[in-house]
């Protein structure tokens, strides 16, 4: 097939951030590009070929968008299935596949898909209600503290929750969830997958999430993790398999926990670039984005390995200020060693937004880890008013 | 100034090849764009915010384009320098400057400009017509063999010839032109300079142009350039002299040749952007574009150092081939180590044709050279039918 052509349509579901750093390389390779989206100020509106408002969820608007590409690709997990699945008995390339996809959007058949592919993960219930799980409390078959985690629609934080006691309970959605054993972990570690339609696989070096020691928040994402090589290695086994399991296509993001006894255990998954491979655009030799349109299209992966050290900090937007977004700072961070800002382009900022990230790359990986505590000390997403 | 809203318009005339990939940069730090370019199938169309169909050289054109835009730049020298003058003369920034740019666009006053400056370059003789270069071969004044060089309007080896006979001279164009001394040079070699609003300074590492031994054709261009570090250091400082001279804003691609005795002689210039940069995308801690953008919107000059080895090769259109272009063993060289290919995006292939790059990059430049050598051999640029 020639994808250097307007023959040839890639379709993306979601325009967001993603999105957006996957167009560069699609300009690169000058690759046709449809984007669906509900918002009209979609990051991805200028830069695709073919610009779509509509709703991911609705399977006529999902369905009819993906009838017009070739390829169809997602930068969000929370797209319409079933309409994946009529793409696909259609005869279209769907990546990931409906199938993944649809254990994916499940925390709890997620869950449990792990244990039935004896892949190691955190002990947990799974309830059709939070009522059975007030019960199993009650019942003294599950004890506090637990991680409780909303079944559908978790995203970036959200839909989890650490309950300690009957208190924290309060507010909870009411739908299917699980709770799972609360992991005093040593690291929390991801690595990405890159399988092709082939089964081809590469996986990128080990990252590590370094908490904030306080605010139990990720500061920054650091390639390579400042692990034991064996410890590495287990991570990116561990990886493998769960990526031969899904049998994906494209990338496969996988987030574990290192445990005190140095076991790995896994997380949760994300099947298409993810925040933690965005120190690749600067420090990789292929970076994920060009790398997961190399597996969708049938290309041949590129190399995974780092030239440098890199260092991702993300920008999101500072506490009690909403409105028109200001970057504080921004002209000193660049003034710093190996500095790059990515701004996604949104034009107001709230709380914890995810505004754009910026990322930090050298050679010696400790400089670089210097560096990224300046630029998290100085830069500041906050209002114009 | 907050240059990441929408209130701020960054310009550029040109959306060709260089605009393109300047506008990944604009697109990561969120600047809005606003594109002129005579032709519907520019590169720059999408990426862009604004998209303005128009004659470069015509004054109005590019007078009003300049008037909606707080900074102007090119990626293309062959624009309307009065406009920008009139541009400037109303607040405008304009970046290169229309002095600069005046300078340039005339090949005969810019070798006048490095002699006028003490910048050392090939001897010549300026002529006002074809017809007084005649005169002056037949008075002796100037000998066989001499390069011929267009005044005005030279792109891309156009407007350049070799003259070894009297037979060299027909159909040579009537207009203003230099007759240049041919200097058998031992390399060609370039230095991008960056320089800021306030004349801040940033060299890039020298590169080389490696010649096809018979061809007499630039086949890669290699980073950091295999010459001693002493005739590096001299080039750098050459380029730096040319810099200051010019008193440009943004990049200053610096041609230089390397004569036998090691001396270094200034070629030409391009006040932008160049191919000899675009090995800094994968290998340079900040690239060329990126360090455009630095310059003239009055941000930090990031680093211009290298993380690796780079080589570039041009992929042009090969002879006897003209229609839809095919890239054909694009999958090949995309399997070989380190290999990104940039595809420019235009859909016909001509003899020539400049149609996008591949970078190789390569901790080893041994390596980086060898598999040039290979993408080389492999890749092809023709017509479908």
Known sequence: M??????????????GQLGKMLLYETRKLDIYTAVLDPSEQAPCKIACNDFELGDLMD????????????????????VNVDALKALEKKGKKVYPSSITLKKIQNKAEQKLFYTDNNIPTADFSRF??????????????????????SARFGYDGQGVKVIRTYSDLEGLP?????????IPFKNELAVIVARDVDGNVKTYPVVEMEFHPEANQVEYVICPARIDESVAKKAQLIALKVSQAFEHVGLLAVEMFQTQDDDILVNEVAPRPHNSGHYSIEASYTNQFEQHLRAILGLPLGDTQSKVAGIMVNLVGEENHTGAVVYKNIEKIMAMQGVTPHIYGKKETRPFRKMGHVTIVNEDIAKARSIAEDVKNSIRVISDS
Chains 1, 2 share one sequence.
């Not at 009650?138 to 409780?148: Q, R, T, Y």
């Open 59 to 78: 399977y006529d608007t999902v369905y009819n968008f993906g009838l017009k590409v070739d390829v169809l690709t997602i930068e969000i997990e929370n």
């Open 128 to 149: 059709a209600y939070a009522d059975e799980l007030l019960t199993a409390i009650k019942n003294e078959s599950i004890e506090f503290p637990f991680v409780w985690k």
């Open 2 to 15: 020639n994808y250097f052509s307007s023959d040839f349509k890639l379709g993306i579901l979601g325009g």
């Open 174 to 182: 009411s739908g299917e969830c699980i709770a799972e054993k609360m």
